[in-house]
């Protein structure tokens, strides 16, 4: 139906467009999709002034990410703090944090993988647990950059300082240190108040910021054979479960003044210490876009298909407060009205649609695997009960007119990746790898044309579509308030990530 609906616009599209072209007159929303739409459209480009995917500034609010969770854990901050989290995933997400006055942790913010399987399972597994990470922040506040890990629920804790100023671990000194993958560690060991006995790690050489194919299984694997003996009770240390990963910023105090956290990049993932570290990359803005003021010059279209007549009207629109985050979202809201008297029979759907042109950075990459898609998106107007609604949603690449073909009036698609996806009659968000993607089928040949032209890309369209079959009269009725929304559109390229050290 998909295929079906979309050929069906493009074929319709291309005989309007002729047409306008011939007669020199484009009206309406047409305009926008029309290669003219280049010299209006104003797409805001600049991504420290877009939303994220996922933001909260609530105490313990958190972004969820598959299995992993981003959350802002301020679980000691003295009055009037103020701390918020923006994530797109548990790679790349950022806080930025007002505590002060405090002389311990006021804040843990950070991203959680859960491992939940016995420690001598990981610890005798051939692939051992790495981990790789990229950050960057001020050195001037009062806090640590570490790693936590979790056993027992919260018996235990391992703490693997990487960074850190103007404080100090648990145990007040080292009571012994340790060499571990050729790094020298100061070891401290203590319990906080009611908390969990806790065994922490500093590096002699301090500072890292950034690292690949670090083992934390080595770290465990070197209390185990201490044998160590804290914890309640002075109770052995005794095959515990390895419930989770965690790394973040333990915030004392930024002294008044509100501090960003960046975390660039973060995985962890089972691999073997004999092969090479795996690249560092970092993902880079293609395409990103929250409509606060890029429509009307020039940013979206909707569209309605059927199988026959009558045909269905709708309005573009742009929902100023409605989107995530209070930022705006585009809508396209349909009138299905004329179709209650002869229903679709075959298919039937509608959806609302942005482009970018030019794209603020050149593609440099035909793996599929290197794209990463993010937008937010609604339905208005369902009938009474319906909460959720089959759609799709579609993201294509093109090269400028008449690149391929000296005659076409029309930007050439080189690559079509399209989905299925639940929309919701609430804003939800979305996050889709180039993997979790496939290519269209209506679009012959589009991965070789992709590898042939990626370079000459210079124009992008997602669109998210409500599906017919069932057909949309069930789901929304024959109406004029029907409607789909999109907002906080991000496209990004995976690129090699940049190293940094102190």
């Not at 933001?55 to 992993?68: I, R």
């Not at 090479?276 to 279209?301: C, H, K, R, V």
């Not at 290197?370 to 319906?386: D, E, T």
Request: hydrophobic share 40%.
């Amino acid at each position: 139906m998909k295929r079906k609906m979309r050929e069906a616009f493009l074929r319709q599209e291309q005989v309007w467009l002729m047409n306008a072209i011939r007669s020199k007159s484009i009206p309406g929303w047409r305009f926008l999709r029309s290669p003219l739409c280049a010299l209006a459209c104003l797409i805001l480009l600049i991504p420290g002034a877009l939303a994220w995917n996922c933001d909260t500034s609530d105490q313990f609010g958190s972004c969820v990410d598959g299995t992993w969770v981003v959350t802002q854990d301020v679980w000691g901050a003295a009055s009037n703090w103020q701390q918020r989290l923006c994530s797109d995933s548990h790679s790349h997400w950022q806080v930025v944090a007002n505590l002060k006055g405090r002389q311990w942790v006021g804040s843990y913010p950070h991203a959680d993988y859960p491992v939940n399987q016995a420690l001598k399972d990981v610890l005798s597994s051939s692939a051992p647990l790495m981990g790789a990470w990229d950050a960057s922040y001020p050195k001037s506040d009062k806090f640590d950059f570490a790693y936590d890990l979790w056993l027992n629920g919260t018996t235990y804790e391992v703490m693997i300082w990487l960074n850190w100023d103007k404080t100090a671990p648990i145990g007040g000194s080292p009571f012994t240190n340790a060499i571990i993958d050729g790094l020298t560690y100061d070891v401290y060991e203590g319990a906080g108040g009611s908390g969990p006995h806790c065994i922490s790690f500093l590096p002699r050489n301090g500072m890292m910021d950034t690292g690949t194919n670090f083992n934390l299984c080595s770290i465990l694997a070197w209390i185990d054979t201490l044998k160590w003996s804290g914890g309640p009770g002075g109770a052995y240390w005794q095959n515990p479960k390895f419930n989770s990963v965690q790394l973040g910023w333990e915030i004392c105090d930024t002294f008044g003044s509100a501090t960003t956290y960046t975390m660039n990049y973060f995985n962890v993932y089972y691999g073997k210490t004999n092969t090479a570290a795996p690249a560092l990359t970092m993902e880079q803005p293609i395409w990103q876009a929250n409509f606060d003021n890029a429509f009307p010059s020039g940013a979206g279209y909707g569209f309605s298909a059927r199988d026959g007549a009558p045909a269905a009207t709708g309005v573009l629109s742009t929902n100023r407060l409605g989107g995530v985050s209070n930022n705006a979202a585009i809508a396209y809201t349909v009138d299905l009205s004329p179709w209650s008297s002869s229903p679709p029979v075959s298919y039937s759907g509608f959806g609302v649609g942005a482009n970018q042109i030019p794209l603020p950075n050149p593609l440099t990459s035909a793996d599929q695997a290197s794209y990463r898609i993010y937008f937010s998106a609604k339905v208005r107007g369902a009938r009474a009960g319906v909460t959720n609604v089959p759609g799709s949603v579609d993201l294509t690449f093109f090269v400028p007119t008449g690149a391929l073909i000296p005659s076409n009036a029309a930007p050439t698609a080189v690559f079509d990746l399209t989905t299925s996806l639940a929309l919701s009659t609430n804003w939800q968000s979305y996050k889709f790898d180039g993997t979790d993607m496939q290519i269209a089928s209506y679009l012959n040949g589009a991965q070789s044309l992709f590898g042939q032209y990626v370079a000459q890309v210079n124009q992008m369209q997602l669109q998210v579509a409500v599906q017919g079959r069932p057909d949309v009269g069930a789901l929304f009725g024959y109406d004029g308030n029907c409607a789909v929304e999109i907002g906080n559109i991000k496209v990004m390229q995976m690129v090699p990530g940049v190293l940094r050290s102190e």
